[in-house]
């Protein structure tokens, strides 16, 4: 049960990546943390530590988010725990490079069953909780190739542009209830998002790198500012914006030179 006062956040994907960092900014601001991955002893060792330096509770859940039915029993869980979640952080996600009609079929239905199934499902779970309350934010974690096509990353990409979509439309549909939602759509960032997709990250990626924590700290700040949606990174904002003006058949070839391992 939450303490008087005591704002609770959930972050999924949390035992590594900048779901380690939407913990230890969200435990230095004072917010009591759920923290979610199928990874428990790192997470518990996450806990400990902000526990110690920060004094505020920290829960960890050992769940896999990519099976069916796993964002409801999350769900019921906290429920009878009696957590009150204030801020959830929709973090949880994974990318599979390659050809597509090589990728393994099943690898890629776990793929859209976390990117697009349990994050639509958790989301639509707390926004309930939070529009009947009158308050709530929610952080949608997109990708930058939301913004075009990309080949070798056909369907990761469009798994992340169907998250766009569905913050900036929830953005308006959840206003009125005093509930925020905030995409983020990093570019390429140090998290283990190479060595889990089975790239090998080429020369743009690493001189384009952001660190983990420089994005989420921009992300907390645009959902505390109650925008719609963030490009974190100059560069990375520029190449959304000259988008606009490129054909798309442009931008589906570089993109594709960019990213292929030859």
């Not at 913990?23 to 991955?37: D, S, T």
């Not at 920060?54 to 859940?61: A, L, S």
């Not at 769900?75 to 990318?95: C, M, T």
């Not at 469009?158 to 995409?183: D, F, I, N, R």
Request: charged fraction near 20%.
């Amino acid at each position: 049960m939450n303490e008087p006062g005591q704002r609770w956040a959930l972050i999924t994907g949390a035992s590594s990546g900048m779901g380690v960092d939407y913990a230890r900014q969200l435990a230095a601001q004072g917010v009591a943390l759920v923290l979610v991955a199928r990874s428990f002893e790192p997470m518990r060792t996450l806990a400990d530590e902000l526990i110690a330096r920060h004094r505020v509770p920290v829960q960890v859940i050992a769940q896999d988010l990519a099976e069916p039915g796993a964002a409801q029993a999350l769900k019921r869980q906290i429920d009878e725990q009696g957590w009150q979640i204030d801020l959830l952080v929709n973090n949880a996600g994974f990318g599979v490079h390659g050809d597509f009609h090589r990728q393994p079929l099943e690898r890629l239905q776990s793929m859209l069953q976390l990117n697009i199934v349990a994050l639509t499902e958790l989301t639509r779970l707390f926004a309930a909780d939070m529009a009947a309350r009158g308050r709530g934010e929610i952080l949608l974690v997109a990708s930058i190739g939301a913004y075009q096509a990309s080949p070798t990353y056909a369907a990761y990409c469009a798994s992340k542009a169907y998250v766009l979509l569905l913050g900036e439309a929830l953005h308006e549909e959840l206003k009125p209830h005093g509930v925020t939602v905030t995409v983020l759509s990093p570019g390429v960032t140090a998290t283990n998002f190479f060595e889990v997709s089975g790239q090998r990250a080429t020369g743009y990626q690493r001189l384009m790198v952001m660190p983990s924590d420089a994005v989420v700290r921009q992300a907390l700040a645009a959902l505390r500012a109650r925008r719609a949606t963030l490009v974190p990174g100059l560069f990375n904002a520029l190449t959304v914006f000259a988008n606009r003006f490129a054909p798309r058949s442009w931008q589906r070839k570089l993109v594709y030179r960019l990213m292929r391992n030859d």
